[in-house]
């Protein structure tokens, strides 16, 4: 199969493309891009006039609800979401049920998740078994079983004996540890950001200092260690401020920021929106401006959609008791075309904290566009605007607080492996 | 975004909080409580006003005072009432709240007096009714108890008129207070222009100075020459942890004694929203003392519910009553 995507602008961070070149794709791979290769007749043309044209999206936390909530999603619904909003390669943390400690259960996840040929899907194996915190998980098994990475999802390692054992052990084998930055004892039970409007609602508070003593920890204990670290959903001013603090130093570090934190603070929980209950809560308007900040200099390396599926029943319960998360897999694009047009950024600095950044913090191939590489494309129309209806999301998950947000930026079409796997309806 | 407790036209539909209401609706209710303080005097302690329909008193968290001064403020308005603890049928057998709320409203109920111990929970079911059922908040977590906080300033205004000339202390565990927090906004949108709290850090909630108040940790400093004094309750579950080393040190610096209201106006009053703990938040002699208002605080307590309820049935109590 041998396609031909022509009149589209091309943009490729990774190999600083930028302009209206045409595409070749051969045997599901990036044949050339430019000129025609020689002897090449496609099969099919694609004409991408006044479109985009950009690796497939790689997003860094997207829960597939699979084994064990498939109520709440399935690998069916969430990988049709993934393909269409232009999402071809994603990496799950491992807080499934069971969790994702067990090479067996992780082998069957990436088997079943193949055999929809949608987007590609890395698994992160717990840090540590059962995510409690207590005993290191088989690291090694789990990621010749094809996890990319080892994560606590959101749950933290109290011990901070354990969190130096686990850190030691990834470093001896070079893995990376995706790790969320709250510090549980003062987190515990809290649901929104500890300052005004958890105030005036009357709801238990996180306080920033919560991440603030986390990552000390972190980064201290990945000093000592070596080890690699990824901290995931950053959400404070102070966090960015360490971020750029530990990469001056040369640690072996590298952060993202949800789609969500970027465009939302605490003032949007509103009348106790259940939507924006979300992990780390959303915080102020000053975080936010930092967080954005941290985006534009490299602080920050990347964007994740941090797409948690939730049922319509468990968000129908008071602000606390409603479970934490939002749908996500199809907004990271808009949202993240969105920030950048507001933050006067370009489009290829913006795809790249989707595609190129992210592929490299997983250590995975996709992100770019290079000659010989995966076919994984998405095409898209930056400049129609559509209304978010939750209704008609692909994701089982119809949990979102940016409903009725109108936003730019749609995906017309997703390939993966040199194969159409998501085209819009016209 | 709508406000949740107006309809259409700007009259009360839920009443869910005192944030977010209008000074006109405050004095509308607290105008009609005023019109309803006969009732209780007269031999037949009843007006029509609800005849016809059915009260529902919802209490996800368990309450005797609160749901009886809603009961018997929907019974003098001539409703029926029905009164379910939820917290000991429905919910321990896994029901959620809004499965509890359709069933009566399968039941032809018309108005729900609710209490749930978190925060937001009368939003989502006022989210949750069709328009015309109303909702009131009897308490939701550390977040509103709009009534208490309505019948605190119906109170002050009986004794103390000019509430453009107070100064007001509010004193105790404000974190988890939802008395505190409505009698804040209720205080500050009536243009009382000196609110003050009193606790110690650990019982203060972030950023409270942003809901218009002036912090004080300290009693001696706090008290001096307020006009009214609002104690608060302090649960028994924070009384020795990590919140408070044990009553015995909270009364000798937070308790109310004679002494340390001396430091108030002369004329001061003294208010509690109950159930009080005695030498623990307050002395005897303090609230039993002629300074004290505790007790007509729950009288008119009846006055507001009667008033809210009327209100929100579309009553108009001035003529009827």
């Known amino acids: 199969m041998k396609i031909h995507i022509k009149n589209g602008r091309v943009i490729d961070p990774k190999n600083n493309i930028d302009s209206k070149l045409d595409v070749f794709i051969a045997a599901g791979k990036i044949a050339a891009i430019g000129s025609v290769p020689e002897g090449f007749i496609a099969n099919q ?195 960015v401020e360490m971020i750029r603090a530990a990469k001056k130093e040369g640690l072996k570090i590298s952060c993202d920021v949800s789609c969500n934190h970027l465009h939302l603070t605490e003032h949007d929980i509103g ?49 606390a008791e409603a479970e934490i998360g939002a749908t996500g897999l199809e907004l990271l694009l808009p949202l993240t075309l969105k920030w950048a047009m507001e933050n006067k950024v370009s489009l290829m600095q913006a795809i790249k904290l989707i595609t190129e950044k992210s592929a490299l913090i997983l250590g995975v191939t996709g992100g770019n566009l290079s000659p010989n590489s995966d076919a994984d494309l998405c095409i898209f129309d930056a400049n129609e605007y559509w209304k978010i209806c939750p209704a008609a999301l692909k994701s089982q998950g119809k949990n979102t607080p940016f409903t009725g947000l109108e936003l730019a930026g749609k995906v017309r079409l997703t390939l993966v492996h040199g194969q159409v796997v998501y085209q819009q309806k016209p | 975004m709508n406000n949740p407790q107006l309809d259409r036209d700007g009259n009360l539909q839920h009443l869910l909080s005192i944030e977010g209401l209008p000074k006109r609706i405050l004095n509308q209710i607290l105008d009609t409580a005023e019109s309803f303080i006969g009732v209780a005097e007269r031999e037949v302690k009843k007006v029509p006003l609800l005849r016809g329909k059915t009260v529902c008193n919802l209490f996800f968290e368990n309450s005797t005072r609160t749901r009886t001064t809603f009961e018997i403020a929907a019974k003098r308005l001539s409703a029926d009432v029905i009164s379910l603890n939820v917290s000991t049928s429905s919910q321990s057998k896994g029901e959620t709240i809004l499965d509890t709320v359709d069933n009566l409203i399968a039941m032809h109920a018309d108005m729900f007096v609710v209490r749930h111990a978190q925060s937001g929970a009368a939003h989502l079911i006022a989210r949750h009714v069709p328009p015309h059922i109303h909702v009131i908040n009897a308490g939701d977590g550390r977040h509103s108890h709009p009534t208490q906080g309505l019948l605190d300033v119906f109170t002050i205004r009986k004794y103390k008129p000019d509430l453009h000339n107070l100064r007001i202390a509010i004193v105790g565990d404000v974190l988890h207070s939802r008395v505190a927090r409505s009698e804040i906004h209720a205080l500050t949108t009536l243009g009382v222009p000196e609110v003050r709290v009193i606790a110690p850090k650990t019982l203060l909630p972030a950023q409270v100075q942003k809901l218009g108040v002036h912090v004080f940790h300290d009693m001696e400093d706090g008290l001096k020459d307020v006009d009214v004094v609002m104690m608060l309750r302090l649960q028994n579950e924070r009384m020795n942890g990590a919140m408070l080393p044990s009553t015995q040190e909270y009364f000798k610096t937070y308790g109310l004694t004679q002494e340390k209201l001396k430091l108030a106006r002369p004329d001061a009053i003294v208010m509690h929203p109950g159930p009080m703990n005695r030498g623990v938040e307050i002395d005897s002699t303090v609230a039993d003392g002629k300074q004290s208002v505790i007790l007509p605080q729950v009288t008119y307590g009846i006055a507001i519910r009667m008033a809210v309820m009327a209100i929100l049935a579309g009553g108009s109590p001035a003529g009827d009553a």
């Open chain 1, 271 to 319: 009348y106790f929106d259940a939507n924006c209950h979300l992990k780390p809560p959303l915080r102020t308007q000053r975080d936010k401006e930092a967080l954005s900040a941290g985006l534009k200099d490299g602080t920050i390396d990347a964007i994740c959609s941090d797409h948690t599926p939730v049922d319509d029943d468990a968000k129908l319960a008071p602000f």
């Open chain 1, 45 to 239: 043309t694609i004409d991408a006039e006044g479109l985009t044209v950009c690796p497939g999206l790689v997003d860094l936390s997207a829960r597939l609800r699979e084994p064990g909530d498939e109520y709440k999603a399935t690998l069916t619904s969430e990988l049709q979401a993934a393909v269409s909003g232009g999402v071809t390669s994603l990496a799950c943390p491992p807080d499934t049920d069971p969790v994702l400690d067990e090479p067996g259960l992780v082998e069957m996840l990436k088997h079943r998740a193949k055999q929809h040929g949608l987007a590609h899907v890395y698994p992160l194996g717990a840090a540590t078994r059962q995510l409690q915190g207590n005993a290191l998980s088989e690291m090694n098994e789990l990621h010749a079983a094809g996890c990319v990475g080892f994560s606590q999802a959101k749950v933290a390692i109290k011990d901070t004996q354990v969190l130096w054992r686990v850190m030691e052990y990834a470093a001896t084998f070079g893995f990376t540890l995706f790790l969320h930055a709250e510090e549980p004892f003062l987190a515990e039970k809290g649901v929104a950001h500890d300052g005004e409007v958890a105030t005036r609602l009357g709801l238990k508070g996180i306080p920033s200092a919560a991440e603030a003593l986390a990552l000390a920890t972190i980064l201290r204990i990945s000093k000592e260690t070596g080890a690699k670290v990824h901290i995931s959903r950053l959400s404070t001013a102070e966090g």
